[in-house]
């Protein structure tokens, strides 16, 4: 079966912490969304990678083909990272339809 | 920066309903998807849309669900005939053209929340 796990589900953080999301898919592809939503529900798309590390502001994202793995860090974090963060994978090559994590809850307390 | 508009944001329709949500993608963007997000629940893949046609589909858009680009700039999805099951938050997303076999990145729209009474 096609799945793609996050740990945490829920995380809280003090202001200025360093903070690691994880996700592990069990699928063989090419590339992994990162995607925030926001409080409201809206989506927005921080990375797509398909391999090493992407580093976007205070947000890095790196991914471990072989290993099946990624992890999205946030440095630096700050009340306003509050979100739901949402790792999804396309189900096989060739293919645009992505399955989606459950997303991991994050609270980020000044 | 251009950016996947949604309308409307929030439609509330009686069960048995049409309804017809709309999107326009960001305009030089040639691949377009609908997903949708019941309350609590991940993220769903629903349709994919590129040449004026569908190229793949889930199992939950079934004959209720279609997808049309009437114009040059609007992608719209219909539900026929709405069910209780149906409330949801509906996302529409877009993508600029890619190789063939690589996956690039999709931009969404900011949702529309329907509820079905």
């Known amino acids: 079966k096609n799945e793609v796990e996050q740990s945490p589900q829920n995380l809280t953080a003090q202001e200025g912490e360093f903070i690691t999301i994880n996700c592990s898919y069990s699928?063989?592809?090419?590339?992994l969304h990162w995607l925030q939503q926001h409080p409201g529900g809206g989506i927005v798309s921080l990375f797509m990678?398909?391999?090493g590390k992407k580093k976007h502001g205070r947000l890095i994202a790196t991914i471990n083909i072989q290993e099946k793995h990624s992890s999205l860090h946030i440095t630096a974090s700050h009340p306003r990272d509050s979100a739901v963060y949402i790792c999804?994978?396309?189900?096989?090559?060739?293919?645009?339809?992505?399955?989606f994590g459950t997303g991991t809850r994050l609270q980020v307390f000044p | 920066e251009p950016e996947v508009t949604q309308t409307p944001s929030h439609q509330v329709t009686q069960m048995g309903q049409e309804v017809i949500l709309r999107c326009v993608p960001i305009s030089n963007h040639l691949y377009f998807y609908w997903y949708r997000q019941i309350l609590g629940q991940k993220v769903e893949f629903l349709v994919s849309?590129?040449?004026?046609?569908?190229?793949?589909k889930s199992e939950i858009f079934d004959d209720q669900f279609s997808v049309e680009r009437p114009d040059g700039s609007n992608f719209t999805l219909k539900i026929r005939s709405t069910k209780l099951e149906d409330s949801a938050m509906y996302f529409c997303?877009?993508?600029?053209?890619?190789?063939?076999?690589?996956?690039?990145?999709?931009?969404f729209g900011p949702g529309t929340r329907l509820t079905v009474l």
């Open positions: 990678l398909s391999s």
């Open positions: 997303a877009s993508s600029e053209d890619g190789l063939a076999g690589t996956v690039i990145t999709q931009y």
């Open positions: 849309f590129y040449n004026n046609e569908i190229s793949e």
């Open positions: 699928v063989g592809i090419s590339a």
């Open positions: 999804a994978v396309p189900i096989s090559y060739n293919t645009d339809k992505l399955i």
